[in-house]
T-cell receptor, first 110, second 114 residues
Framework: QQQVKQSPQSLIVQKGGISIINCAYENTAFDYFPWYQQFPGKGPALLIAIRPDVSEKKEGRFTISFNKSAKQFSLHIMDSQPGDSATYFCAADYGQNFVFGPGTRLSVLP | GAGVSQSPRYKVAKRGQDVALRCDPISGHVSLFWYQQALGQGPEFLTYFQNEAQLDKSGLPSDRFFAERPEGSVSTLKIQRTQQEDSAVYLC????????????FGPGTRLTVT
């Protein structure tokens, strides 16, 4: 019940395209859902986060869509750029710590 | 201000050696977290401090793992009698409040046990 599932495991997108990463959870006690971006050799960096009382949140090219009834949320990267090539982790939180998904390795081709 | 820093960035230990990993959180951050990240995996929670109090150590994999934050700022994760399965990146994160929202991560310490 503490798991967060994430798909796809890897994703290749052309420059300018839309990257979509999906996550699902079981524990309804989770109340904060962040997305982190990680480059090789670096720690995860917070990209954007959402709470379950909101269905969508947009910051620049990054949008989170949240479906509370389905217990699913997704990250959309619009106009994907080669500099977005990194590993993306979704996470869920219930106040004590984060439970992370296994990650999605995104490659944006020039 | 400065972000979360960790030292050393890389550590090679022979099996059976003890290691100590240091984390300097963002100044003033109340909460501090340690995570373990295996190659190609997401970070997994190890332990949580609120100021100097260790409120959750449920993720520590064995009694060989010990963490402390004696003055409520710098934290040390100690691993005794290291084993090969301890090889991973150890990440430290801090957050301003008493809950774990908006955690800021350090660059991690890559531990290799030979």
């Amino acid at each position: 019940q503490q798991q967060v599932k994430q798909s796809p495991q890897s994703l290749i997108v052309q420059k300018g395209g839309i990257s979509i990463i999906n996550c699902a959870y079981e524990n309804t006690a989770f109340d904060y859902f962040p997305w982190y971006q990680q480059f090789p050799g670096k720690g995860p960096a917070l990209l954007i986060a959402i709470r379950p009382d909101v269905s969508e949140k947009k910051e620049g090219r990054f949008t989170i869509s949240f479906n509370k009834s389905a217990k699913q949320f997704s990250l959309h990267i619009m106009d994907s750029q080669p500099g977005d090539s990194a590993t993306y982790f979704c996470a869920a939180d219930y106040g004590q710590n984060f439970v992370f998904g296994p990650g999605t390795r995104l490659s944006v081709l020039p | 201000g400065a972000g979360v820093s960790q030292s050393p960035r890389y550590k090679v230990a022979k099996r059976g050696q003890d290691v100590a990993l240091r984390c300097d959180p963002i100044s003033g951050h109340v909460s501090l977290f340690w995570y373990q990240q295996a190659l190609g995996q997401g970070p997994e929670f190890l332990t949580y401090f609120q100021n100097e109090a260790q409120l959750d150590k449920s993720g520590l994999p064995s009694d060989r793992f010990f963490a402390e934050r004696p003055e409520g700022s710098v934290s040390t994760l100690k691993i005794q009698r290291t084993q090969q399965e301890d090889s991973a990146v150890y990440l430290c994160a801090s957050s301003h409040g008493v809950r774990s929202y908006e955690q800021y991560f350090g660059p991690g310490t890559r531990l290799t046990v030979t």
